[in-house]
């Protein structure tokens, strides 16, 4: 519960909070047109080695989108440090 506390005093971002921009993201492909996310999954957790929390996410959008597009859009919305890797194409795995 005391990685709780110390979270929040660093406003990092709660689930909901992440959900949220989930639902509302949409960003400009490479074709120029917008596109949106279809399917999402992630978790929060520690660093294996460094301990340091963060989201692990995996994202699957409508047409195939630049990894500065996809940083630009979390680093607006969040305002934290991201760290995007693109995948082509999608595969949906387990997490844990």
Known sequence: MQIYFELKELNFPEK????????????????????SLEDFQGQFELGKDSNIPH??????????????????YFQECLQAHINVEVQFPFEKKSIV
């Open 16 to 35: 909901l909070e992440i959900e949220k921009v989930l639902k509302q993201f949409e960003i400009i492909n490479l074709n120029g047109t917008s596109t």
């Open 55 to 72: 989201y692990q996410l995996a994202l699957k959008t409508d047409t195939i989108c630049t990894r500065p597009k996809v940083l630009e």
